[in-house]
C-alpha cells in the first residue's frame, strides 16, 4: 500500500489503524483498497535499429578511412595530420548527435515534434556517413593513381569542415 492509496492509514469501515503494505484490515478483516498497479510496456523504438545501424555504418567507414589516411602518408606528412584531425573532429561531432538520438529515442515517440527531430537527427547521421564515404573513396582514387593533383582531396576535406560547421551551428 503506498501513501497515496492510504493517505490516512486508518480503515473506512472500522477505523483501525493500518500498517503500511497491509491488504486487509487487521480489526474487521475487510480489504483495504489499492489502486490497481499498472504495468508499463515499452515497445521498442522503430527509430533505434536504425540508429544502430547507421552508427555500424559510420565506425566501419572511418575505421577504412583511418587505415587509407595511415598507408597513403607518413606520421610527419602535414596530410596525415590533416587527415586525422578531420576525422576525429567528424568522430566527435558524430558521437555527440548520436548520443543526442539516442536521448531522443526515449523520448515519446508519438509525439510529432520528437518525431520530426530524431527524422532530422537521422539525416544528419546519414550525411556524416556519406562524408566519410566520401573522404574513403577519395583516397582509394589517390591511393590507386598516386598523382600530384590533391584537387578533389582538397574539395572533400573543405566539403568535410563545411559539414562539421554545419553541424557545430545546427
Given at each position: 500500500m503506498t501513501l497515496e492509496d492510504n493517505h490516512n492509514h486508518f480503515c473506512i469501515y472500522c477505523g483501525a489503524q493500518l500498517v503500511p503494505d497491509q491488504h486487509f484490515c487487521s480489526q474487521c478483516g475487510k480489504e483495504v483498497y489499492h489502486d490497481p498497479e499498472t504495468t508499463v510496456i515499452k515497445t521498442p523504438s522503430r527509430y533505434k535499429s536504425k540508429i544502430d545501424e547507421i552508427e555500424a555504418d559510420y565506425n566501419s567507414?572511418?575505421?577504412?578511412?583511418?587505415?587509407?589516411?595511415?598507408?597513403?602518408?607518413?606520421?610527419?606528412?602535414?596530410?596525415?595530420?590533416?587527415?586525422?584531425?578531420?576525422?576525429?573532429?567528424?568522430?566527435?561531432?558524430f558521437s555527440n548527435q548520436l548520443a543526442i538520438a539516442h536521448k531522443m529515442v526515449e523520448l515519446d515517440e508519438n509525439n510529432n515534434l520528437v518525431e520530426g527531430e530524431l527524422e532530422n537527427k537521422i539525416k544528419t547521421l546519414n550525411t556524416f556517413v556519406d562524408k566519410m564515404e566520401d573522404l574513403t573513396n577519395e583516397l582509394v582514387i589517390h591511393l590507386s593513381s598516386n598523382k600530384d593533383d590533391n584537387e578533389d582531396i582538397n574539395n572533400l576535406f573543405n566539403d568535410m569542415d563545411d559539414l562539421i560547421d554545419s553541424v557545430k551551428d545546427y
Amino acid at each position: 500500500m503506498t501513501l497515496e492509496d492510504n493517505h490516512n492509514h486508518f480503515c473506512i469501515y472500522c477505523g483501525a489503524q493500518l500498517v503500511p503494505d497491509q491488504h486487509f484490515c487487521s480489526q474487521c478483516g475487510k480489504e483495504v483498497y489499492h489502486d490497481p498497479e499498472t504495468t508499463v510496456i515499452k515497445t521498442p523504438s522503430r527509430y533505434k535499429s536504425k540508429i544502430d545501424e547507421i552508427e555500424a555504418d559510420y565506425n566501419s567507414k572511418q575505421a577504412k578511412a583511418k587505415e587509407l589516411v595511415e598507408k597513403l602518408f607518413d606520421p610527419s606528412h602535414m596530410a596525415y595530420s590533416k587527415f586525422s584531425n578531420a576525422i576525429k573532429k567528424s568522430n566527435q561531432l558524430f558521437s555527440n548527435q548520436l548520443a543526442i538520438a539516442h536521448k531522443m529515442v526515449e523520448l515519446d515517440e508519438n509525439n510529432n515534434l520528437v518525431e520530426g527531430e530524431l527524422e532530422n537527427k537521422i539525416k544528419t547521421l546519414n550525411t556524416f556517413v556519406d562524408k566519410m564515404e566520401d573522404l574513403t573513396n577519395e583516397l582509394v582514387i589517390h591511393l590507386s593513381s598516386n598523382k600530384d593533383d590533391n584537387e578533389d582531396i582538397n574539395n572533400l576535406f573543405n566539403d568535410m569542415d563545411d559539414l562539421i560547421d554545419s553541424v557545430k551551428d545546427y
